[in-house]
């Protein structure tokens, strides 16, 4: 259905107004822009696949195995046919391979068309530069609007569009005659602009006379101040060099120190590397000290290891006899543990059909009181409705 009308405005007006209001009124209309719609939706992945591919381990996980294997046979077809392009070759083979090239991208635009969710992630994610691809994918959007257009227009609407124009003709006339007074308006406008831009140049003039005369006075207390501050300059320059002298008598008494520290420096170290000496003697003699005494140490271990040999073997034979003999109360105590499981299940069993009998006992009890205590009553009844019935045969007799 088509669009409720604005207030004031023809439906054909709003429809060249804003095309995007429009909506089909028909299947046939409906199944054409569909095509349309897909075929916008294919160009923008085709637009996307080269820098897809280019990052191709970036979108993998996204993508998934069999998208990913598809893009990289694409890119392989794709690095085939460059270079084919750029070295003569068989046509035949040049064919061959570029229906393959269109078979595998009709398959990579099955697989994104197949998860629309996917094609809207990465049309988000991927960056795409400016390429001629945009300007073709822009004229078919403007095609399909363009399209819907016409097959949404009514003979009616054409007539309205038609006469809308005229309109739009007239009122550009009237546009161009009232600018042309306009134009006439800003030409006398100019000229008055002219004569006072004039006058404000010669009132530049003036100033500019007036400031030359100033330059020269300037150029005076310049050259005043230029010699207050020559003078000035050789003051600073005799105080300056009365401190570069001070400062380098500083300098040499400094230098004669430093050489003085470097000398006591020199002496203290020519003792510590004497003593330094000393105490890598005494380490080594030390240490040749140390691996002496641990070579006799080892001699007497080995001699004890030897001796023991014998009593280990000994107790390693009685380790085994007590390990098969726990092995046997291990079997025993399982046995025990099921024998004893047995019994309490017997136990169990045996006390439950107590507990069970106590309360079916327990059941007739109680069962046989209440039919007591309803006989009782019965009785109770019967005896007070008998002498109930006698008394009132006794108050009959005495009337």
Known sequence: ??????????????????????KPDSMETERILTVLDETIVKLE???????????LERYARMLGPE???SLLEHQKL??????????????????????????SLRNILRLFLANPLLYHGLKYEVRVRQSPAD?????????????????????????EKIQLMKDISLQVEKNTETISALRGELAGVIQTRDKEVSRKDKTIENLKTNMEDLAEN???????????GEKQKKEDEEASQDRCARLKQDIQHLGTQ?????????????VLRKEKCKAEKEIQKWVQKYDTDMTEKQVLALSALLC???????????????????SLLMEKHAMLLQEYTQIEEERRMLKEKEEEAAREEARRNDAATCIQAFWKGYLVRSIYKSKLKKGKGKGKGKK
């Open 1 to 22: 259905m088509a669009t409720p009308r604005k207030a004031g405005i023809p439906l054909g007006v709003m429809k060249v107004l804003d095309p995007r209001q429009l």
């Open 258 to 270: 430093f050489n003085a520290l470097v000398l006591e420096h020199r002496a203290s170290e020519l």
């Open 78 to 103: 794709s690095m085939e046919i460059q270079h084919l392009l750029t070295s003569p070759g068989d046509e035949k083979s040049m064919r061959a391979l570029e229906q393959r090239l269109k078979c």
């Open 308 to 326: 023991h040999k014998t009593t280990y073997e000994e107790v390693q034979t009685v380790y085994n006899e007590e390990k098969e003999q726990l």
């Open 45 to 55: 992945i085709t637009r996307l696949i080269p820098q897809i591919t280019g990052s």
């Open 218 to 228: 300037c150029k005076a207390d310049i050259r005043l101040i230029m010699k207050e």
């Open 135 to 159: 300007v073709f994918v822009k004229a078919f959007m403007e095609f399909r609007d363009f399209t819907l257009e016409r097959l949404l227009t009514t003979p009616d609407e054409e007539k």
């Open 67 to 69: 998208i990913t294997s």
